[in-house]
């Protein structure tokens, strides 16, 4: 079983690398977090070629296709966060020699399943809503040994993309020689994102995970590593709570062990002020 077998009737094109993402997390998590950015790229491509209200710019790159207004208006904040941090994830795994763990992977696993989960529900053509799905990470293989997947084919898958999406971009600037069989077809695709607003969205997307992984994927950035000892959920006492104890999301540490900083993470929805608060306590 997996979790990706929902893709099988709709997304065939797409159920293979789901499903080897799933596969490579618990032996080659480098190879996993690659192959997930690989994935989420060909779905992104696959929305400009067919949804007739987005136009490929000059830029193909992944960063550039993903920040279009036209793109994150479609797919929304919390699409739009998950797309980021696999693409983030992705390109260390691909282009650093930063530690990828099994916990990024998996974590990345969950954010792919999301994405594909979205655009399963979004271009459909049932009439009824899809049902609710959940991420179980029981489902992922647990492999022992295998062979890894290398970085330079993990560079291959890329730049196949790159050049795919080059040939797009060439396809789109003749779009007035389309014939209207493809027009029509653009415009059935648009439909089926729109006729899937008629009904709510109630799968979780678990944005908490998703900031909580974009935030480690920056520290990382930053030269600090998030899976050290007492960095995550440090508890600390003399909170005014009626247990006196607090516990901060993530403290920095110098190289002699002394606190450097904190770091507070809150939704987009609740105040900075109210961050900075609570950090000031734990101070």
Partial sequence: MSNFEFLQSDWPEFID??????????????????RARHLVEQVVLWMYEHDEDLELPYDTGLYNIT??????KIIGYTVYEKIKVIRKVGNIALHDNKRVTE???????????????????????????KPELEFDPDKV??????????????????????????ELRKLQQSLE?????????????????????????????????????LIDVMLRESGWDPAERNVREYEVSGMP???????????????????????????????????????????
């Fill in 177 to 213: 020689e389309k014939d209207k069989a493809l027009e029509q077809r653009n415009r059935e695709i648009k439909q089926m994102r729109l006729q899937t607003r008629k009904y709510a969205d109630n799968h979780d997307y678990n944005e908490a995970e998703t900031r909580e992984l």
């Fill in 67 to 72: 920040n279009e207004m036209g793109f994150k």
């Fill in 241 to 283: 709570n009626k247990s006196g104890t607090g516990y901060v999301d993530y403290v920095l540490w110098d190289d002699n062990g002394k606190p450097l900083a904190l770091v507070e993470a809150k939704r987009t929805t609740r105040s900075y002020d109210e961050g900075q608060h609570q950090a000031k306590l734990y101070a």
């Fill in 103 to 129: 916990d990024d992977a998996l974590r990345v696993c969950r954010e792919v399943f999301h994405v594909m989960y979205w655009l399963y529900s979004t271009y459909t053509t049932d009439e009824e809503p």
């Fill in 17 to 34: 690398d789901a499903q080897a993402v799933e596969k490579l997390v618990h032996f080659d998590p480098r190879g996993a977090c690659g």
């Fill in 141 to 166: 293989p647990k492999v022992e040994s295998a062979s890894k997947e290398s970085k330079k084919r993990l560079e291959e898958l890329e730049a196949n993309m790159q050049e795919r999406a080059d």
